[in-house]
């Protein structure tokens, strides 16, 4: 697991966590994909030199207060994952979200050019490549 892709995934959290998407999008190459969970539901995927801007858009009008607790980081098979939290309160319903995720991410470059949230950790680990 190279360290900068580690690093760079960090990063790309805390800014996400921050709705700092100026940065995030710094860390994303320009043809990204990001994939969230919904994506299994709706076929949302975000694409593009603006995707992270356009994903940090659409969670705030869908949630409070959204975030991403790191926890760990692995070598997966094709990237890094990092596990952790997902937290949050639903804006239009008030409803709380507190499940265990992980966010897959595919590097080329030394930029993120895939990025995937899976919400549940056993999901995680098989995507990546893992056991637990």
């Not at 900068?4 to 995030?24: G, K, M, Q, Y």
């Amino acid at each position: 697991m190279s360290q900068e892709n580690v690093d760079t995934l960090v990063a790309a959290i805390e800014a996400f966590n921050r709705r700092e998407s100026d940065v995030l999008d710094q860390l994303l190459a320009d043809d990204v994909e990001i994939v969230p969970v919904r994506a299994a539901l709706e076929g949302t995927v975000y694409r593009g030199p603006h995707a992270g801007e356009q994903y940090c858009a659409a969670v705030d009008q869908t949630w409070e207060h959204l975030v991403w607790e790191l926890e760990d980081t692995r070598a997966g098979v094709d990237g890094v994952l990092a596990l952790g939290h997902i937290r949050g309160r639903g804006r239009d319903t008030g409803t709380p979200l507190d499940v265990q995720g992980g966010w897959l991410a595919q590097f080329r470059g030394g930029r993120i050019a895939k990025f995937q949230t899976y919400p549940d950790r056993a999901a995680a680990l098989e995507a990546a490549g893992l056991r637990d």
